[in-house]
C-alpha cells in the first residue's frame, strides 16, 4: 500500500495543468460516453450483431465491477488525508477503489472490439488505450496501481469469456436473462449508484434486443451514407435527452435514489436501442 501511495504522490507532483487537461482527456476513453457512441454507431448504423455483442460483453463486465467494488470496499487515494493525494477528476471518482472501473471498462470494449475485429491495429489499440486509461486514473489520484491492474486483467479476461458465451448460446434471449439475474445480486448488497446506473443500463439494453429481434429487425445494410449519420446523430441526442432530461423529474420524487437512477438508465437504454429503431421503418429519411 505505500509504494502505491508513493507513485501517485510522485506522479501528481511532477503533474502540470497541461498534463491534467491530457490524461482527463484520455480518461474518458473508460466512460460511458465512448461505449455508448461505439454500441451507438455499429448498432443504428453498421453491424447490428457486433453492436449486440460489444454491449452484451462490455455491459456484463462493468456490472461484474460494479459486484466486486461493493465487495472489496476500498476506500480511493485521495480520502487518506495523510498524503494528500488530489483527487483531480471529482466528477468520475465517486463509488469505491478496487478494481478500477475505467481501466475494466475501457480494456473490455477495446479488447472485445479487438476479438471480433482480428486486425492488427485494433490488437494495437487494444492493448495501448487501456494502459493509457489505466495511467489516467493513476495520475488523477482516482486509482491505486492495484485497483488499475486488476481492471485491465478482468476486463481482458471477461472479454474473452463473453465472447465464447455470445457466440457458443444460440438462444440470445436465454443469455441476456441469465446474465441479468446473475447481475441482479448486486440489488441485495450494492449501495453506490455506479452499480445501480449500469446494472439498469444493461437490463434496458438487453430487452430492447430482445423486443428489436421480435418486432422490429431493422437492416443496417443499403441504408445510404448519409442517412447512417442522421440515425447516429437523433440516437445520441435521444439517449442524451431521456438520460438527462428525467433526472430532474426523478430528482423530484426521491432526491439520489439508486433505484430511480437504475429505471432512469433502463428507460434510456430500452428508447435508444428498442423503441428508437422503430422509426427507422416508419421515417423514410432513416431507412
Known amino acids: 500500500m505505500y509504494w502505491e501511495f508513493q507513485l501517485i504522490k510522485f506522479l501528481q507532483d511532477n503533474g502540470s495543468a497541461f498534463l491534467d487537461a491530457v490524461w482527463s482527456f484520455i480518461s474518458i476513453f473508460g466512460e460511458e460516453l465512448i461505449m455508448v457512441g461505439v454500441v451507438g454507431l455499429l448498432y443504428w448504423c453498421l453491424n447490428k450483431d457486433f453492436a449486440k455483442y460489444l454491449a452484451y460483453s462490455v455491459l456484463s463486465s462493468i456490472v461484474f465491477n460494479g459486484l466486486l467494488k461493493n465487495i472489496v470496499v476500498r476506500d480511493r487515494p485521495f480520502q487518506n488525508e495523510d498524503w494528500g493525494i488530489e483527487n483531480k477528476k471529482s466528477s468520475t471518482a465517486d463509488g469505491y477503489s478496487f478494481p478500477s472501473g475505467h481501466s475494466q471498462g475501457s480494456s473490455s470494449l477495446f479488447v472485445s472490439l479487438a476479438i471480433w475485429i482480428k486486425k492488427k491495429w485494433m490488437t494495437a489499440l487494444a492493448i495501448i488505450i487501456p494502459i493509457l486509461v489505466a495511467f ?20 481482458t479476461g471477461l472479454s474473452f469469456l463473453f465472447y465464447f458465451l455470445y457466440k457458443k448460446v444460440q438462444d440470445k434471449t436465454l443469455l441476456y436473462l441469465v446474465t441479468m439475474l446473475i447481475g441482479s445480486i448486486g440489488l441485495f448488497y450494492c ?6 446506473k449500469i446494472y439498469g443500463l444493461m437490463v434496458g439494453a438487453f430487452a430492447a434486443f430482445i423486443f428489436e429481434s421480435k418486432y422490429i429487425n431493422f437492416e443496417c445494410d443499403g441504408v445510404i451514407w448519409w442517412k447512417k449519420l442522421l440515425r447516429l ?3 445520441l441526442l435521444i439517449v442524451l435527452a431521456f438520460k438527462e432530461g428525467l433526472k430532474p423529474l426523478f430528482d423530484l420524487i426521491a432526491k439520489e435514489s439508486f433505484y430511480l437512477a437504475m429505471i432512469r438508465y433502463m428507460i434510456t437504454g430500452f428508447v435508444g436501442l ?3 429503431p422503430w422509426l427507422f421503418k416508419k421515417l423514410k429519411f432513416l431507412s
Open 136 to 155: 489516467s486514473r493513476l495520475y488523477l489520484g482516482a486509482h491505486f496501481p492495484t485497483d488499475v491492474l486488476a481492471g485491465l486483467a478482468i476486463g
Open 191 to 196: 449501495n453506490t449508484d455506479d452499480y445501480f
Open 233 to 235: 446523430i437523433f440516437g
Open 274 to 276: 428498442g423503441l428508437y
